[in-house]
């Protein structure tokens, strides 16, 4: 049974957007979980609801902003990366996407695909400073990219980025980027290496590393032994059983002659053989001969293999045979992936998911490959200069990758790009792709190659100006670009072009003024760049008025949106309040904002938002307020009215309170919804409380000062009497222990009773009761003790004398 493709409920937008966006896809599976139900056959391995989410990310997007197509929206990232949730019958994929020119807000949000989007935006205030360039737009390799490196690669203390693999590629980009590779930290990666060269447990791709290491650190090599090191290479060539062994000891070889030793491929022929035995009919090529499948990487690999059997030849290898691998190139390209805007990349298809590598790294592996065999090959290769602008374009799109992987890829790349016997690729770039009509920017474009090397003498054309629509602007000419050889860019006046703020496709030509050059360099047909155009935009006729419901009567008030002058107006819940303004270009054309919002804030804060209407060069928002009350929950009051007007080509977007408006509404019925609660600030905790205001009663009246001494005195009658009692009875000390011990608890015990004592009145004087029953505690343990010991020597002592 044909599977059926998974249909997608929902994406939701993670994390905070700028430039990357990172969707979270959830989709119904069907009959059964072979995950091959979501990918359609003919769509290389992309999830087949792909064309979903690109759908409604478009949808939403015009919806609140307008002007983007398909080609604004391209796949960033791993489209096969997935993951099937256990337990459910649930596929969940992560997709990324990058959408050019684009702003959007920070906060999550969730598409349902079965039912209409409902986005309650308070206001996207979008300021021509604050614009994203165009995703189009690419730059040249630059200072921001040697300090990404430095970030991404840290060396430890010992100068390795981790295993060998790590550390080459750490020192390979920073060797490409010209980023200090000298001192001390990097002697003990030189030492490493060595060991490495010397241990005979190294494995092949070891000694792959550990050379190229060598040879970019400049390490010391006296006490290595290369000819050792040779042999062992050889020999791995020729009992090699798979491709990654022929590549890393193909490599290997290449170092040690790069290191300047005598290095001859023994059997180079058949090496060669063995290779292109592994290559199939459409250009790819097999790991190894037990594979069943076939890799776009590992063609890559392949042909960076064959280019080092070329290198390490004793002789010439049969140009047949290198006729045949200048086909498989060819075939190879046939299978290239385009965007709109010309950016190529080469993907994986039906392969394994351990062996799928992506975008990145599957054209990684083909532009080293194919520049490198292009480097031996006696002949050009047959590959036109527009594909390798094109691959060019989609490394430099990425910016700057986020792993030191995808890092390494993108520079290794681009410097075999940059200087290649295929074709040179020239980059066109706008410094600036906002541009002010107010303060007459020119339009500034600068031509390098991809590590930003002056390019060669060249003309740059202007040839249309496109809308948004694809419409051409008519009073627009073909324009040649003067040259300002000092800073080394191509400009043009905008001023004399009668251009209209907006967002536009600039289509430019540019030309290598050698004819020879056209050969050496790839400039492209046609490139096409994004660029927007601001002004001021002029607000005109902006008026409020209050009317009766049959409009007989009308009290108009007229609005200085450029000062903060604020009206005050009053209204019925049978009246209409009414607001209109016109927004004219620098042009005197009419001007459509991306956003105009007006919103009313009651008293307590329940916000309502209502956008106005266009009709005949106006914008006109009419309020009954007669239909509004069960939306405004009929609660009267005073509502501050404010006006939010925002574009992306608007200089002067403003969000600005234009007044106050006292509703009297009537009063809401039983059932009648109520407002909604109103967020709480989490942080209003912290801040300062109401202030408590208190008044103690008065105190009671009390008695005379000698009528209380008086009553303190009979409470002493009964001490006094004890006193004198003591004194009848004859009190005495016989009968206290003589010996020291027993003396000395009785003297402990005495004292344990005057502790209480002092005790009892420092309660009365300052503890409270808890602390006094906890001192007591103690005090009744210790006086247990001690009138235990006493009372018993007391108890033995009259024993003795009974006896006596």
């Known amino acids: 049974m044909q599977a059926r493709c998974a249909r997608l409920k929902t994406i939701r937008l993670l994390g905070d957007p700028v430039d990357d966006y990172e969707f979270e896809a959830d989709a119904d599976q069907d009959d059964s979980s072979d995950v091959e139900e979501f990918y359609d056959d003919d769509e290389d391995g992309i999830p087949c609801f792909y064309d979903d989410v690109v759908e409604h990310i478009l949808a939403v997007y015009n919806e609140y902003f307008g002007g983007m197509d398909d080609d604004d929206i391209r796949s960033g990232g791993d489209p096969k990366e997935f993951s099937l949730i256990s337990g459910e019958r649930r596929f969940k994929s992560t997709l990324h996407f990058q959408i050019k020119g684009s702003i959007w807000s920070s906060e999550p949000w969730t598409i349902p695909m079965a039912k209409p ?25 630059s200072d921001a990219h040697r300090s990404a490196a430095t970030e991404l690669f840290v060396p430890a203390a010992d100068g390795s980025f981790g295993s060998l693999e790590e550390t080459f590629e750490a020192l390979r980009a920073f060797q490409i980027l010209g980023v200090d590779r000298t001192g001390a930290k990097f002697e003990g990666t030189c030492k490493t290496v060595s060991e490495k060269l010397s241990s005979p447990t190294s494995t092949t791709k070891d000694l792959y590393h550990a050379l190229k290491i060598t040879g970019i650190l400049g390490c010391r090599t006296e006490s290595i032994e290369f000819d050792g090191i040779t042999s062992r290479l050889q020999a791995a060539v020729k009992d090699a059983s798979s491709l990654l062994e022929l590549y890393y000891s193909l490599g290997g070889l290449l170092s040690v ?40 990487f590992a063609a890559g690999i392949a042909l960076e293999a064959l280019a080092s059997v070329v290198s390490l030849a004793g002789s010439d290898i049969d140009q047949s045979k290198i006729a045949v691998v200048r086909k498989d190139i060819t075939k190879l390209f046939d299978r290239i992936k385009r965007y709109g805007d010309g950016t190529l990349y080469f993907d994986e298809k039906n392969v394994d998911p351990d062996q799928y590598k992506g975008p990145l790294a599957t054209s990684a592996s083909i532009t080293s490959g194919v520049t490198a065999f292009a480097a031996v090959s006696s002949e050009k290769l047959n590959i036109g200069g527009e594909k390798i602008l094109g691959l060019a374009k989609f490394f430099l799109s990425i910016g700057i990758p986020g792993t030191a992987k995808d ?70 000419e073909k324009k040649e670009l003067e040259y300002d050889p000092e800073n080394r860019i191509h400009f043009l006046d905008l001023s004399p072009l009668k251009i209209d703020v907006g967002k536009y496709s600039l289509i430019f030509k540019v030309s290598v003024n050698d004819p020879e050059g056209s050969d050496i360099y790839a400039t492209g047909d046609q490139i096409i760049v994004t660029a927007f155009f601001t002004g001021f935009i002029k607000v005109d006729k902006a008026e409020i008025a209050v009317s009766d419901s049959d409009a007989t009567s009308e009290s108009v008030q007229k609005l200085d ?77 005073r509502y501050e009215i404010e006006l939010a007007v925002g574009d992306a080509v608007m200089e002067n977007s403003f969000l600005r309170s234009i007044g106050s408006i006292e509703l009297d509404l009537p009063e809401a019925p039983e059932k009648a919804a109520k407002p909604p609660a109103q967020p709480v600030d989490p942080l209003s905790r912290f801040g300062p409380k109401e202030e408590i205001s208190h008044i103690f009663r008065a105190p009671e009246k009390r008695p005379p000062q000698e009528l209380s001494l008086g009553f303190m005195g009979l409470t002493l009658l009964p001490l006094l009497a004890f006193l004198i009692g003591l004194l009848r009875i004859g009190v005495n000390f016989k009968g206290f222990p003589t010996s020291a011990v027993p003396a000395m608890f009785a003297t402990l015990f005495h004292g344990g009773i005057g502790a209480v004592l002092l005790l009892y009145v420092l309660f009365w004087l300052k503890l409270d009761l808890f602390t006094t029953l906890k001192a007591l505690g103690f005090l009744g343990v210790f006086l247990l003790f001690v009138g235990h010991r006493t009372l018993s020597y007391l108890a033995s002592t009259s024993v003795k004398q009974k006896t006596a």
Not at 257 to 286: C, H, M, N, P, Y
Not at 444 to 473: C, H, Y
């Open 257 to 296: 002659k790069e290191q300047g030793k005598d290095v001859i491929l023994s059997d180079a022929d058949g090496t060669f053989q063995a290779i292109k035995a592994l290559s199939q009919s459409d250009g790819r090529w097999r790991y190894d001969k037990d594979s069943t499948g076939s890799s776009t």
């Open 117 to 141: 989007l409902v986005l309650h935006l308070l206001l996207l205030l979008i300021c021509g400073s604050a614009l994203l360039s165009s995703g189009s737009v690419i730059h040249p390799i």
């Open 407 to 476: 890092f390494f890829y993108q520079i290794n790349s681009l410097a075999s790009l940059e200087n290649n016997r295929i074709s040179i690729p020239l980059v066109l770039s706008l410094p600036a792709t906002v541009l002010s009509l107010t303060s007459k920017d020119q339009l500034k474009v600068e031509v390098t190659t991809v590590f930003g090397s002056r390019a060669p003498p060249l003309a740059v054309s202007l040839l249309k100006v496109l809308t948004p629509d694809s419409k051409e602007v008519t009073s627009f």
């Open 561 to 637: 949106l450029s000062k903060d002058s604020l009206i005050s107006l009053s209204a019925n819940h049978l009246q209409k309040m009414r607001l209109s303004l016109q927004l004219t270009t620098p042009l005197g054309h009419s001007f459509k904002p991306h956003q105009m919002v007006v919103k009313l804030r009651h008293e307590s804060k329940v916000e309502h938002l209502f956008v106005p209407e266009t009709s005949s060069r106006q914008y006109k928002l009419v309020l009954n307020f007669l239909g509004l009350v069960e939306k405004f929950y009929y609660l009267s009051g």
